[in-house]
């Protein structure tokens, strides 16, 4: 869109007095830094890329945030912040806000098992304290480079090692609001220094904020967050199971989860465990496997690989470990699988294996120096694939995968495609996750694969109407909130204009706000 | 879309990078290792964000011009991202080496005559007078007045002294420290002292290789028409240039850094060490670390002396961080002083160790740090000392 003389005098007004608050060194306008900020962080290689935004800001503390954002209603500019994995949208905001530099740990609390953090603290300074006082934090599929508070709070920690007990790992949120006034949730906001949701009187409103980052409007900006983490015990186990197909694994994962015997019970097809076994040695043999997996013509498991692992993270007593051992030894026969030995694991998978006894048994992700980079492998291989994820009851995402196998292969003449499931609180549901490959460096092959992802979305969103296509990067995200939800769409919208008079937080698609005659801002949709 | 650029050489690296951040962070500490990203904080001042500059470049987002310049500018060239990135690709294939890419895009900068008014002064007053200080090359040489180093004519090696080495009071210090010992030990060495000119390390790194080819013919003539055989270098950044780039042209050499000659003779029991109760950490100079995989000598050497203890800073060896005077820097200042400059925070990270001396390799790194101990208002309770200055113990 073209920019009006009005806008580029705001912008130049609004870059001076952020240099005169934060500091020339925490503001740019400079294109070539802008340039970086034009994709998110985050490994999903047909994420689409937009403009970049038009200011880069760091703000060092709260005030800067409080500050900027007074400044984007004052002069009618978006705005949009972001940390370290934060999945954001094409960052075209005309004030892009980069919260790394507020990087304070301001609590562990080991008594009441949280810490309370702000955004540009990273896991791999949180874990090494974290292990000295006996705990974890609840990590998932994404680098240690990455921000408890942008992949546990800001995107309400759908994806992670202790989603089978609980998915929101979020006690308690401090937020500066679209008006530049400060809100801090649950107990917090009562001015204890006690994080816990459950204030009496005051309601649960962490979820307005949790999802802002993705396709939905900014309803505030996250500047701390109180995260859950989780003792070491004196115990802990790794059951991994094979089955020969999905639902059995599935089934499997489900059942140790509602039966409360771990903190996870995870699914992988042979696809990923085979990607990953290969990315992990970092040799030849990966990219013969990413090549062969994209261009030969094979449905069943490679190299005499199960059709599914699923494995279970246990913590706890010696005795409670041992007894959850046997139960999933037990589970696992009666649905038709086993609990795989360490010789058969050591012969067949022995670095997917390492691995994650390293992740989910050691609870030591950065135990190894190089081998902890496996996403940054992931990275490297060509088809690092976009994602699609699906929320849904275990029963519906068995069927699905059936049909997902099916249809794509028919229609794509795609081979089976890498994908993980994992279970939701207590396995009431389960978040199913498809990694489709793609040549990041072929452009039609990105446009094709970035094609039938949306196809994959609108073809479930079709057929399977009890499963929740989560996610999304584009404005069409939240478009269908708005005109297919049960008053969602409108609820937020109304919040919105309460909370966000000027429509300053960005939202992938809207027009630049402009002042009318009063100096309101006028925006649409 | 994109356009027949050098770029496509480096689509893999463009398309495969995901932004993770890896680059930027240590293994050891977990902290920054990024230098520019420690000074500045911007995502494009980390190898991601030069791949995303590339990238924008590529695709015709975003034009080469002062605004870019003043970004590639500002790298090092430490290598640091190089040592974290764990990328398959980084692994395998050439064109995934940050450094190396930023190299290349700062030589289409000056093709397009697009350097920073810092870098086109530097490359000027090389071109123009063989170094960057705009000194005659009859002052050359003073640095070895009254120290009786001969002219080389022959001898086993020939000590390169270099720009920093010949001109700065600190290099000088250091090339008469380290000069005063082999000579004390019997090597039989000479220099080219009017002869001497720039070793073209910088000048590559700031992108014109055009001089730089220039450079290196005539240094390699130099070296050949008085039968050089053996080179042994005072700086990291004439080493890593005679070792790594003269051989592609023609220049094949023998070149050691004078720290392995050193350790020779310390080997052979020719130099008296003292004894120094003293507590010392040693900054590992990128060009002898990172670049060429020189980390045990220097602390062979320190430990060798009777009563000097090392201790370690947390970012060392391939996690050193870079005191900021690789890629050009140390002469263009492209990277600006203050209080997160790289040599401050190198020098904050050795004053938390309680070492007394930073022991470096090398003169950049020494007068980088010196001036950064005074700006940090530490004189008097670290002092920035080459090897062969601790060894000396005196002033030579």
């Known amino acids: 869109m073209a920019k009006s003389a009005s806008f580029e005098s705001r912008k130049a007004r609004a870059f001076k007095e952020l240099a005169a608050c934060l500091g020339e060194e925490n503001v740019s306008e400079n294109p070539a830094v802008r340039s970086s900020y034009r ?84 896991y791999n300074r949180l874990i090494p304290l974290l292990r000295k006082e006996g705990y974890t934090i609840a990590i998932g599929s994404f680098p240690p480079t990455f921000s408890p508070v942008g992949n546990l709070a800001v995107q309400q920690g759908f994806n992670h090692n202790f989603s089978g007990r609980v998915s929101n790992q979020t006690l308690g949120l401090e937020i500066v609001m679209l008006d530049g006034s400060l809100l801090r949730t649950g107990t917090a906001s009562m001015g204890s220094d006690y994080w816990s949701p459950q204030a009496g009187g005051v309601p649960d409103i962490r979820g307005l904020f949790a999802t802002s980052l993705q396709a939905t409007p900014l309803m505030g900006i996250v500047t701390k ?76 498991p490679y190299k005499g690989l199960y059709y599914c692992y699923a494995w279970t993270q246990f913590r706890g007593y010696k005795e409670q470990v041992d007894c ?134 609108s073809w479930v969103n079709d057929n399977f109407p009890n499963i929740h296509v989560a996610g999304g990067y584009k404005r069409g995200g939240y478009k269908k909130v708005e005109t297919h939800s049960i008053g969602m769409g409108s609820a937020l919208n109304r919040i919105r204009d309460a909370l966000d008079p000027n429509h300053v937080g960005f939202l992938p698609g809207e027009k630049r706000l402009e002042p009318d005659e009063e100096g309101k801002a006028v925006t649409a949709g | ?47 991601g964000g030069m791949i995303a500059i590339a990238r924008s470049l590529y695709d015709g987002h975003l034009n080469w011009g ?101 001109f700065d009071e600190i290099g000088m210090k250091i090339a008469r420290a380290v000069s005063f010992l082999l000579n004390r030990n019997g090597v039989s060495m000479g220099i080219l002292g009017n002869e001497e000119i720039s070793d073209g390390n910088e000048v590559k790194a700031l992108g014109e290789s055009g001089l730089f080819e220039i450079i290196a013919e005539q240094n390699i003539q130099t070296f050949k028409k008085l039968g050089v055989k053996k080179i042994v270098t005072l700086s990291p950044h004439g080493y890593n240039s005679f070792k790594n780039e003269y051989g592609k042209k023609g220049g094949d050499f023998e070149v050691i850094h004078y720290t392995h000659l050193l350790m020779k003779l310390i080997e052979e029991k020719k130099v008296v060490l003292p004894e120094l109760k003293t507590c010392v ?9 990172r670049h060429n995989q020189e980390y045990e000598v220097p602390r062979k050497i320190l430990k060798s002396i009777p009563g000097l203890e090392l201790i370690e800073m947390g970012f060392s060896k391939e996690e050193a961080f870079c005191c900021g005077g690789g890629g050009g820097n140390f002469f263009t200042s492209m990277l600006e002083s203050g209080v997160n400059s790289p040599s401050r925070i190198r020098v904050r990270q050795a004053k938390d160790t309680g070492a007394e001396v930073l022991a ?37």
Not at chain 1, 97 to 105: A, P, Y
Not at chain 2, 105 to 123: A, F, I, Q, S, W
Request: hydrophobic share 35%.
């Open chain 1, 39 to 122: 994709w998110s962080w985050g490994f999903v290689a047909v994420a689409p890329y937009g403009k970049g935004p038009e200011l880069v800001v760091m703000p060092r503390t709260v005030e800067h945030v409080q500050e900027i954002v007074r400044l984007a209603n004052k002069e009618k500019l978006t705005v949009l912040p972001i940390c370290a994995g934060s999945l954001t949208p094409s960052f075209e905001a005309d004030i892009l806000i980069d919260m790394m530099k507020m990087d304070r740990i301001i609590k562990i609390d080991p008594e009441s098992s949280y810490v309370v953090l702000e955004p540009g603290v990273t």
């Open chain 1, 225 to 300: 967050a109180a995260i859950r983490i989780w003792p070491l015990m004196e115990a802990s186990g790794l059951p991994i199971g094979g089955f020969d197909t999905f639902a059995k694994a599935v089934k499997f994962s489900k059942t140790v989860t509602q039966s409360c015997l771990g903190d996870q019970s995870m699914v992988w097809n042979w696809v990923l465990t085979a990607m990953t076994e290969s990315h992990i040695k970092g040799s030849k043999d990966h990219i013969d496997l990413l090549t062969h997996r994209m261009t030969a013509d094979y449905t069943e």
């Open chain 1, 324 to 457: 959850n051992l046997k139960l999933c030894e037990r589970i696992a026969k009666e649905i038709g699988g086993k609990i795989l030995g360490n010789e058969e694991l050591g012969n067949t998978i022995p670095n997917c294996w390492k691995s994650w006894k390293r992740d989910y048994k050691d609870f030591d992700p950065l135990a190894e120096k190089r081998e902890k980079h496996m996403w940054s492998y992931m990275g490297g291989e060509r088809p690092g694939g976009g994602s699609a994820y699906f929320n849904g009851s275990t029963d519906d995402l068995i069927k699905l995968e059936d049909a997902f196998n099916r249809t794509l292969r028919d229609k794509y003449n795609q081979n089976p495609q890498p994908y993980y499931v994992r279970m939701f609180e207590g396995g009431t549901g389960a978040h199913l996750r498809y990694m489709l490959p793609v040549d990041a460096m072929d452009e039609y092959h990105r446009k094709r694969v970035t094609k039938m992802r949306e196809e994959m979305s």
């Open chain 2, 1 to 47: 879309m994109a356009t027949e650029t050098f770029l496509d050489q480096w689509v893999t690296s463009l398309y495969t990078c995901l932004r993770c951040r890896e680059c930027v962070t240590s293994n050891a500490e977990y902290k920054t290792v990024c230098p520019i990203q420690e000074r500045y904080g911007f995502f494009s001042y980390s190898a």
């Open chain 2, 66 to 166: 002062s605004e870019v310049a003043s970004v590639l500018y500002t790298c090092t060239m430490c290598r640091a991202c190089a040592s974290q990135c764990g990328n398959i690709y980084y692994l395998t294939n050439e064109y995934f080496n940050v450094p190396y890419l930023v190299e290349k895009m700062r030589e289409e900068l000056v093709n397009r005559g697009k350097v920073p008014p810092p870098v086109r002064d530097y490359l000027k007053s090389v071109e123009l007078y063989g170094n960057p200080y705009q000194k005659p090359r009859s002052k050359r040489a003073k640095w070895a007045e009254a120290l009786g180093i001969p002219s080389y004519s022959g001898q086993e090696f020939l000590f390169y002294v270099g720009d920093v080495g010949s």
């Open chain 2, 281 to 289: 950490t040693y900054h590992d100079p990128c060009y002898l670390g």
């Open chain 2, 360 to 396: 470096v390799a090398c003169p950049l790194c020494a007068k980088m740090l010196y001036d950064a101990v005074k700006d940090e208002e530490l004189d008097g309770k670290l002092k920035v000392k080459d090897i062969a200055e601790i060894i000396l113990n005196k002033e030579v």
